[in-house]
Each structure stands twice: as structure tokens, then as C-alpha cells.
């Protein structure tokens, strides 16, 4: 008799259930100072939002896109978390500020394989129809152009994961509402199914994505396979600054060290007549 391993979790379908429950909830920036009278009483969430914001406690969010992005991904994230503490075998961590990935999942759901999601928010020019800047799907000339060293400010080497995955978040700013963020749509995509061929900045290392909408709904990118994706960015010649150079010789070192630790472990430990 044989055994197998349980069928792990869609995470894909899981992310994209998850998503079409999410709701934009922030109503605006608490200001302590207003004109309500104190105690305030609100029989429920909707009349406590108006109260606030008729006497003056309610503050706009940034209009700013990074602001505003920021505002977004954290309320995902947090939703997000929820979600799999609530999900049996399922376990997820976030990630830092400026690393990579912004949510680690992983658990005996998952057979205990690792998977990087990355929360990407743009906003829509004007039209609706193509996203107002290129997402920026990595920055690749460090853990995406050495994905088997561990950069500073990762959970791991980027070959660890099973899958690399972008949970896309794209909204309408609205410039006189108090949220701004009018509109949302969440897509989950794999990475490389949504990659263009074009950097999204002129001036750092970073790959883009396809900047139509209706290919990030399809996950129509600009190439056919997954080698593709990686035959073409890996081969495009990114530049390292000092410091990145800097960091990837401490990485090559470190590296070749817990080599040579892990060689001289498995020598100590043969039988002498070998």
C-alpha cells in the first residue's frame, strides 16, 4: 500500500475568493479635533461615519498614488491574514516594508511549500482601459537575477518558492470623496503571466507588467511559457550599482562558506574505513 500526499489548497482560487469578499472599509484619517458633542452615540457603523464626518473628525486619504497605495495594501494584507488564521493547514507572514515578498504562505494546506504573493496597487488612466503607470512585478537585478541567495529582505532565495503569484488591486481616484479610492478590482495572476517585455521605470532595475487592463484580467502578458519569461529577464542585462555588487559578493561568500560547513559536517560524519 502506498501513501500520497493530501491534495494541497488552490491558492490562486483561495486568493481570488478572498478578494471578491474583500471590502474597501477605511473611511477616512481620524482628526481628533471637531465639533461633535461628547459622549457621541451612533446606533451602528454607518451613523458613527456620518457623525464623524458632519462634525468634522474625518480627514481625506492621500490622493498621492504611494500614499494611497500604501493605505490599500496594508487593509488587504490585513484582511488577508485574517482569512488564513480562519483556514485550517494554511499559515501566512508579511513581509517588510520595501522586501519581497508581502506575504508569505505556506502550511500543511500547502504541503508545506512556500508561496510569494506580492499586493500591487495602480490606479486606471483616465479612460479605464490601461493602467495609469507599468506595475512593477520585481526588481531584478538582485534576488530575481540570484534567486538562489537569500537578499536582505527576504523570508528566502527566490527559487525557494513554489510559486510566485501578484494580487493586482486597481481603483478610480476620486478626487472629492474622503477614501479616493472609488471602484476596486482585485486580480490574482501568476507573475510571469502578466509581464511585458518594458521596464517600469526608466531609471531602476524593475520588470513591468502589461499596462492593458483587460490582459491583466486574462493574464495575457507578453510571453507564451514561464522559461520564456525567465530566458528574456535574466538575460537583459540589468546594471548593479556598488552596493548591490557589494552585497552579492557578502552573498557568494556566505554562501560558499555553508558549503564548505556542510561538506566538512558530511566528512566527519563517514566511518573511518571509508
Given at each position: 500500500?502506498?501513501?500520497?500526499?493530501?491534495?494541497?489548497?488552490?491558492?490562486?482560487?483561495?486568493?481570488?475568493?478572498?478578494?471578491?469578499?474583500?471590502?474597501?472599509?477605511?473611511?477616512?484619517?481620524?482628526?481628533r479635533?471637531g465639533?461633535?458633542?461628547?459622549?457621541?452615540?451612533?446606533?451602528?457603523?454607518?451613523?458613527?461615519?456620518?457623525?464623524?464626518?458632519?462634525?468634522?473628525?474625518?480627514?481625506?486619504?492621500?490622493?498621492?498614488?504611494?500614499?494611497?497605495?500604501?493605505?490599500?495594501?496594508?487593509?488587504?494584507?490585513?484582511?488577508?491574514?485574517?482569512?488564513?488564521?480562519?483556514?485550517d493547514?494554511?499559515e501566512?507572514?508579511?513581509?517588510?516594508?520595501?522586501?519581497?515578498?508581502?506575504?508569505?504562505?505556506?502550511g500543511?494546506?500547502l504541503?508545506?511549500?512556500?508561496?510569494?504573493?506580492?499586493?500591487?496597487?495602480?490606479?486606471?488612466?483616465?479612460?479605464?482601459?490601461?493602467?495609469?503607470?507599468?506595475i512593477?512585478?520585481?526588481?531584478?537585478?538582485?534576488?530575481?537575477?540570484?534567486?538562489?541567495?537569500?537578499?536582505?529582505?527576504?523570508?528566502?532565495?527566490?527559487?525557494?518558492?513554489?510559486?510566485?503569484?501578484?494580487?493586482?488591486?486597481?481603483?478610480?481616484?476620486?478626487?472629492?470623496?474622503?477614501?479616493?479610492?472609488?471602484?476596486?478590482?482585485?486580480?490574482?495572476?501568476?507573475?510571469?503571466?502578466?509581464?511585458?517585455?518594458?521596464?517600469?521605470?526608466?531609471?531602476?532595475?524593475?520588470?513591468?507588467?502589461?499596462?492593458?487592463?483587460?490582459?491583466?484580467?486574462?493574464?495575457?502578458?507578453?510571453?507564451?511559457?514561464?522559461?520564456?519569461?525567465?530566458?528574456?529577464?535574466?538575460?537583459?542585462?540589468?546594471?548593479l550599482s556598488?552596493?548591490?555588487?557589494?552585497?552579492?559578493?557578502?552573498?557568494?561568500?556566505?554562501?560558499?562558506?555553508?558549503?564548505?560547513?556542510?561538506?566538512?559536517?558530511?566528512?566527519?560524519?563517514?566511518?573511518?574505513?571509508?
Amino acid at each position: 500500500m502506498t501513501s500520497s500526499l493530501p491534495i494541497p489548497l488552490d491558492l490562486v482560487l483561495w486568493l481570488r475568493e478572498r478578494c471578491g469578499e474583500y471590502i474597501f472599509d477605511v473611511a477616512g484619517i481620524y482628526h481628533r479635533s471637531g465639533t461633535n458633542d461628547w459622549p457621541l452615540m451612533a446606533v451602528d457603523a454607518e451613523d458613527l461615519h456620518a457623525k464623524l464626518a458632519l462634525g468634522g473628525h474625518l480627514l481625506p486619504l492621500p490622493k498621492e498614488p504611494a500614499a494611497l497605495a500604501n493605505v490599500l495594501e496594508v487593509s488587504i494584507v490585513d484582511a488577508l491574514l485574517k482569512a488564513t488564521a480562519e483556514t485550517d493547514g494554511l499559515e501566512a507572514r508579511r513581509g517588510s516594508e520595501r522586501g519581497y515578498p508581502d506575504l508569505e504562505f505556506s502550511g500543511a494546506a500547502l504541503n508545506g511549500r512556500y508561496h510569494a504573493v506580492d499586493v500591487k496597487v495602480a490606479r486606471r488612466r483616465r479612460g479605464g482601459r490601461y493602467t495609469e503607470s507599468r506595475i512593477t512585478l520585481y526588481t531584478a537585478n538582485t534576488y530575481f537575477l540570484h534567486p538562489n541567495l537569500h537578499w536582505p529582505g527576504t523570508f528566502r532565495p527566490f527559487d525557494d518558492y513554489l510559486s510566485h503569484l501578484d494580487l493586482l488591486v486597481l481603483y478610480t481616484l476620486d478626487p472629492d470623496s474622503i477614501s479616493r479610492a472609488h471602484d476596486l478590482e482585485l486580480i490574482v495572476q501568476e507573475s510571469w503571466s502578466i509581464a511585458s517585455r518594458q521596464r517600469s521605470s526608466t531609471t531602476r532595475e524593475y520588470i513591468g507588467a502589461v499596462d492593458r487592463i483587460e490582459d491583466l484580467r486574462a493574464g495575457k502578458g507578453a510571453f507564451g511559457t514561464q522559461a520564456e519569461f525567465y530566458r528574456y529577464w535574466r538575460a537583459f542585462g540589468f546594471r548593479l550599482s556598488i552596493q548591490v555588487q557589494r552585497q552579492l559578493t557578502r552573498l557568494v561568500r556566505q554562501q560558499q562558506a555553508e558549503i564548505e560547513t556542510l561538506r566538512a559536517q558530511r566528512d566527519n560524519a563517514r566511518p573511518a574505513d571509508q
